[in-house]
């Protein structure tokens, strides 16, 4: 594996300059297997809906997704017509932290797929028409994902946790904030992030040498030099243990995930987090398995992850259960994780977790495009290569004593935010009654998770009603219930606000 970072705009030979300043860095990541006769091509953009300003939520992955309907002299069609002809992929994916162009091309048809992917990144047309389409689809899918119950459980989870905050932005906007997004101003965004130091190129296969690094390179030569883009540090919202119900009338099963924020990634305690996270959830032997799925049969599946950021951390867990064990499901899921906190792991378990922890890696890393996206994923956080290289002996590292410690110290249970999607009728006055204190709010499938108050109120200083139970008929056939109010928090809103583009 070699790893270049290769300077924009040098200077020419014989031109003296006194004292330059150092221009950003077009950085390159290498992962070299010469079979099969394949090359995967990763440009990660830095700054995806995090960036985003308040009231534009959307725009990066409006953006990006445009970008990829025409560019240079190509408009969509054609543009379609030779990733075609070359046999090749091209699509976008944009999360909070950046958005990714991800290609895969024959070997001996590199070059060409670079000139077409330098013209998406670097010279994108965001035709009218297109953008338009492109806006049309991502309304569709917001109306999908009111219909997708564990997809709305993971998508609310993020931007109730952090609402008010860079990290909290919808990735694929709101219902109010896609209308409102420019098409005539996308280039004036785009040339802001399609910058040398905000990209890193990814490439992975059959490389011969330094052959595929200079294709990338006289392919990018036009990117302007610039700085990466700055993202602002995720910070708890607030203390306390609070949730969200999002009333789906009629569902006779709830989906159910609870979050806290943790360590960054750098942090020296994250080895020991991703141990403990394999205790909690991550294996099928896990704590959360065994209690809640085989002990009691409250839920087919559970799980836990926990996803390293630059600022901060996100430790989630959830599962899926009939109304009637919700509850009971919910509130053992906290005693598990208070438990874990106070007494740590077994050796057994420590022992367990290790082996699938390298097992699990060892597996990410057998294909060249697995490699890679380890290795970019872990640049991006700022941490060194070696980690990579090392990391089984890393997780050999982590004793029982430092795993303890983190896990006292990482593990917040007095702040897990949950999220459930399910019956407010079935639900709400069981959630806001149970033993572990949360601050419970209510709003419909089509409200935004965002905009609630965080203190167990709606707006008005209106308490949030446990409306009864029914007297007659039969748990998941009841009368819909008026969906609650929610009101914008202006929480961050100040510090975070940026001019719309």
């Not at 438990?339 to 890696?361: F, I, N, S, Y």
């Not at 999607?421 to 033993?435: H, I, N, P, T, Y």
Request: charged share 25%; glycine share 10%; net charge negative.
């Amino acid at each position: 594996m070699a790893i270049a970072a290769v300077a924009a705009g040098l200077l020419a030979a014989g031109t003296v300059q006194a004292a330059p300043k150092k221009a950003p860095a077009l950085e390159i990541l290498q992962v070299e297997r010469p079979w099969p006769a394949l090359v995967a091509v990763r440009v990660a953009i830095g700054g995806g809906a995090c960036l985003d300003p308040v009231g534009q939520e959307g725009l990066a992955a409006l953006g990006w997704s445009a970008a990829l309907r025409g560019a240079g002299s190509r408009d969509r069609a054609q543009l379609a017509q030779e990733l075609d002809a070359l046999g090749a992929r091209l699509d976008v994916s944009v999360d909070r932290q950046s958005a990714v162009l991800v290609g895969d091309v024959a070997a001996d048809q590199l070059e060409p797929f670079l000139a077409l992917l330098a013209d998406v990144l670097l010279r994108p047309r965001f035709d009218p028409a297109e953008v338009e389409v492109v806006r049309a689809e991502m309304l569709a899918d917001l109306e999908h994902l009111q219909d997708d119950d564990e997809g709305q459980s993971a998508d609310a989870i993020q931007r109730y946790l952090y609402r008010g905050q860079p990290h909290g932005r919808p990735i694929g906007g709101t219902a109010a904030s896609l209308p409102r997004l420019d098409a005539r101003k996308l280039p004036a965004w785009h040339k802001r992030l399609a910058v040398a130091g905000n990209l890193r190129i990814g490439l992975a296969g059959d490389l011969r040498g330094d052959r595929a690094q200079k294709l990338v390179l006289a392919a990018l030569s036009g990117v302007p030099a610039g700085a990466a883009a700055a993202i602002k540090v995720i910070r708890p919202v607030s203390p306390g243990r609070r949730l969200l119900l999002i009333d789906k009338p009629r569902r006779t099963q709830a989906q159910v995930v609870l979050a806290m924020t943790a360590a960054p990634a750098k942090h020296r305690d994250f080895m020991a987090m991703l141990l403990g996270n394999a205790v909690l959830g991550g294996t099928f032997t896990s704590r959360l398995t065994r209690e809640i799925r085989e002990l009691r049969g409250w839920a087919y599946q559970t799980w836990s992850a926990l996803s390293g950021a630059a600022g901060a951390s996100t430790w989630a867990l959830g599962f899926a259960s009939a109304n009637r064990d919700t509850p009971a499901a919910l509130e053992l899921a906290l005693r598990i994780v208070e438990e874990l906190q106070r007494h740590g792991v077994t050796p057994a378990e420590l022992r367990h977790a290790k082996d699938w922890l390298k097992g699990a890696h060892a597996l990410a890393m057998e294909t060249a495009v697995g490699e890679l996206a380890q290795r970019m994923r872990a640049a991006e956080l700022g941490l060194p290569q070696s980690d990579i290289d090392h990391f089984a002996q890393r997780v050999e590292a982590v004793d029982a004593k430092a795993l303890q410690r983190a896990l006292k110290e990482q593990l917040r249970p007095q702040q897990l935010v949950a999220v459930v999607v399910g019956s407010g009728r079935a639900l709400a006055e069981k959630l806001a009654s149970g033993e572990s204190g949360y601050l419970v709010e209510r709003i419909g499938p089509a409200d935004l998770p965002e905009a609630t108050t965080g203190t167990g109120l709606l707006g008005g200083g209106r308490a949030v009603p446990a409306e009864p139970r029914p007297e007659h008929g039969e748990e998941g056939h009841e009368a819909e219930p008026e969906e609650g109010a929610a009101v914008p928090d202006d929480q961050g809103a100040a510090e975070d606000a940026q001019e719309a583009p």
